[in-house]
């Protein structure tokens, strides 16, 4: 007949400190939390084997968490779809902000016709240059004492010695009149220009605007500056006053915000 060691109560409740399961006891004999009725009236035997099936559960719980987390981490995740989808409007939210905050700085500093100076820094577009506009009279013959009219010579100086011809508006009816220049896309200078119709002839009274836009290139080591019509077209020339039978004509583009938008709305879409 085999002889069986079995172990006294608080001699278990040690082993279980031990595994790290804590039976929450004054001096852990006798155990003061219920187990089972085998273990309540001191029963060793029946006590372990009580036990026993407990502690089994427990690993087979660890092991299964244990295969889970390593087939998530294998890439088996199904929540990662989900994951990716919403990290990708994150960042398309953050792609919009930042396209926004860069046309916000791409059209600044803008100069309105109150505040327009006879030359413009520039270093936006290139560090060290400046945009200068300059009037060129047109004498009236037989009558020197009337203000001639003229037009606005739109030009480049750089302090490196790059000078390079802009643009030149012309007398249309009146002469030329800087409404506002602004930056854009830190490459292109936008110009709005307008002329006052009060002629009799005319279909319109009121002003006439005219929006020019200017791309800096240096292609091949020769720098110039072209217009750019795929801004331009955005923007076609027009009247802002009253026609010959008195209805009222509005142009859009006679100021910086309305110029703004109509940038925003074709390079944002």
């Avoid at 013959?141 to 001639?148: A, E, F, G, K, R």
């Avoid at 602004?182 to 279909?203: G, H, K, P, T």
């Avoid at 802002?240 to 703004?260: L, W």
Wanted: glycine share 6%; charged share 20%; net charge positive.
């Amino acid at each position: 007949m085999s002889r069986h060691r079995f172990l006294s109560l608080s001699q278990l409740c040690m082993h279980c400190q031990g595994l790290q399961l804590f039976i929450h006891t004054a001096t852990c004999a006798p155990c003061s939390r219920s187990i089972n009725l085998p273990a309540d009236v001191n029963n060793v035997y029946g006590g372990t084997h009580a036990i026993n099936p407990a502690l089994k559960d427990f690993a087979r719980r660890k092991s299964a968490a244990q295969r889970a987390f390593t087939a998530l981490n294998k890439g088996n995740q199904p929540c990662k779809r989900n994951w990716d989808s919403t990290l990708t409007m994150v960042m398309k939210a953050i792609k919009i902000f930042m396209t926004l905050l860069g046309l916000a700085c791409a059209v600044a500093p803008c100069y309105s016709r109150d505040e327009l100076p006879a030359s413009l820094p520039a270093d936006v577009i290139r560090a060290g240059c400046s945009i200068f506009f300059s009037k060129d009279f047109h004498p009236i013959q037989d009558d020197p004492l009337s203000n001639p009219p003229f037009s606005i010579v739109n030009s480049w100086r750089c302090r490196d010695g790059e000078n390079l011809p802009i643009d030149k508006y012309e007398i249309n009816g009146s002469s030329p009149d800087v409404v506002t220049v602004f930056y854009w896309r830190r490459r292109d200078i936008l110009v709005l220009v307008r002329w006052q119709v009060n002629s009799e002839a005319a279909d319109y009274a009121g002003n006439y605007y005219e929006l020019f836009a200017y791309t800096h290139s240096d292609k091949f080591g020769s720098p110039k500056f072209t217009r750019d019509n795929g801004i331009m077209k955005y923007f076609p020339p027009g009247f802002d006053g009253v026609d010959k039978n008195g209805v009222p004509v509005i142009y859009p583009f006679k100021d910086v915000p309305s110029i703004r938008k109509k940038l925003r709305s074709v390079y944002l879409n």
